[in-house]
C-alpha cells in the first residue's frame, strides 16, 4: 500500500470531499492561498476559489459561531483553527451551541460541522501551542472527538467526518503530521467508535493516544524482545469510546496501562479506568496503572518540554512494573 505522510492522508480525504460535495466549505486563518499553517488545505484554493476557501480574521470566536450558523443552514463548514489551543476562545459556540442544537430543535436542525486542529507537545512551541483538549470535549453530548494516530486512520476518519451529520473535533497531534504509513487509496471510511488493535499481545493491555501510540509500539519492540507480549489499542475515537475492544483486552491480558500525553487529574485515561475498574474488574490481575504527561504548563525550553512528556523508555519501564505485580 502507498505510504503517505498524516499531513498528505486528510489533505487527500479534504480534496476529495470538497470534490464530491459542493456544500462544504473551509475557513480559518491562513487557509486559503497559503494552504494553511500545515499545508491542510494546500492547493485548494486554486479548485475552489476564495468561495470555499475563506480566510478569516483572528477572530475565533466569530467564525466559529459563523459556522454554527452556516451549518444549520445546511452547508458543511470545516473550522481550522490551527491549535487547540485557539479555539477555547470559541468555547461557548462549541459547548452552548454547536454541541446543543440538534437536541435543542428535536432533531430538525442538523449540525455537520468539522473542528479542526493541531494538539500536543513538541517543536518548542510553549503552553499557547501545545494542548490537548480531547478530555475536555468528550464530556459535552452532542460532540464527537476523533483522535488520529495513523494516516490511513486519519484519512478514513476525517472522511467519516465530513458526511457525519453531528459536530466532529478533529485533533490531530503535531508530531505526527509528517510520519508516513499506509493509505488506501480511493474512498475510505473508519467507522467511529471503533479501536485499533495495533498489535496482539497477552501479557499486558495498552491503551494510548496520538502520539504516545507510537512511542507505545517503539516500547512494545522493546519488550518483545525480553518475552513480555503486549497487546496495544489505539480507541481512535474518544466520542464515542470503543468499550468493549478494551474490555476484551483486558479480560485477555489481565492488565491495563493507559499512556496520555494529556494531564492525568479528570482525563480520558480516568474514564477508561473507571470503566474498566466498574465492568472489567473481576478480569484484572493487577492494578490499573495510568501514565500521563506532567500537569503543568508546557515549558518553552526543549530539555524541560521533553521531560514533561512520558518517553518510550519510561512507556517500557511502566509495562514492566505493571507485569512485576
Do not use: W
Given at each position: ?14 480534496s ?12 480559518g ?18 479548485f475552489?476559489?476564495?468561495q470555499?476557501l ?6 475565533e ?9 452556516a ?7 470545516v ?6 489551543d485557539f ?10 451551541q ?21 494538539i ?5 512551541a510553549?503552553?499557547h ?7 475536555l ?5 452532542g ?9 490511513g ?45 495495533m498489535?496482539?499481545?497477552s501479557?499486558v ?11 507505545a ?10 518475552g513480555?507480549?503486549?497487546e ?5 475515537t ?5 468499550h468493549?475492544?478494551?474490555l476484551r ?19 480520558i485515561?480516568a474514564?477508561?479506568a ?8 473481576d ?5 490499573i496503572?495510568?501514565l ?9 525550553s526543549?530539555p ?5 512528556v ?10 514492566r512494573d505493571?507485569?512485576?505485580?
Open positions: 500500500m502507498r505510504q503517505l505522510t498524516m499531513m498528505k492522508a486528510t489533505l487527500e480525504a479534504l476529495g470531499e470538497m470534490a464530491r460535495n459542493p456544500a462544504i466549505f473551509v475557513l486563518e491562513g487557509i486559503g492561498k497559503r494552504g494553511g499553517n500545515f499545508n491542510t488545505t494546500s492547493g485548494l484554493f486554486d475552489h476559489g476564495p470555499r475563506r480566510d478569516t480574521p483572528i477572530s470566536r466569530g467564525f466559529v459561531g459563523l459556522a454554527c450558523g451549518a444549520m443552514t445546511g452547508t458543511r463548514p473550522v481550522d483553527f490551527m491549535f487547540a479555539v477555547l476562545d470559541a468555547a461557548g459556540e462549541i459547548i452552548n454547536i454541541a446543543k442544537i440538534q437536541y435543542m430543535s428535536s432533531g430538525r436542525i442538523k449540525m455537520p460541522i468539522v473542528l479542526r486542529g493541531c500536543g507537545i513538541g517543536h518548542a510553549a503552553t501551542h501545545s494542548g490537548s483538549y480531547y478530555s470535549y468528550a464530556q459535552f453530548p460532540l464527537r472527538v476523533v483522535v488520529p494516530s495513523m494516516p486512520d486519519a484519512k478514513g476518519l476525517l472522511t467519516t467526518a465530513l458526511r457525519c451529520d453531528d459536530p466532529v473535533l478533529f485533533l490531530e497531534h503535531r508530531e505526527v503530521l509528517g510520519l508516513k504509513g499506509p493509505v488506501p487509496e480511493g474512498d475510505h471510511l473508519v467507522e467511529f467508535g471503533k479501536a485499533s488493535v498489535r496482539q499481545g501479557d493491555t495498552v491503551v494510548a493516544l496520538a502520539l504516545m501510540v507510537h512511542k509500539l517503539a516500547a512494545c519492540d522493546i519488550l518483545e524482545r525480553d513480555i507480549s503486549v496495544l489499542i489505539d480507541p481512535r474518544i466520542a464515542p469510546l470503543d468493549d475492544t478494551i483486552s483486558v479480560a485477555k491480558t489481565g492488565r491495563l496501562l493507559i499512556v496520555d500525553e494529556a494531564f492525568a487529574p479528570c482525563g485515561g474514564e477508561i473507571a470503566l474498566v475498574a466498574d465492568v472489567g474488574f478480569e484484572l490481575d493487577a492494578p496503572r495510568r500521563n504527561g506532567a500537569h503543568t504548563p508546557t515549558p518553552y526543549p524541560l518540554e521533553t521531560a514533561v512520558p518517553s518510550t523508555e519510561i512507556i517500557t519501564q511502566a509495562i505493571l507485569c512485576d505485580e
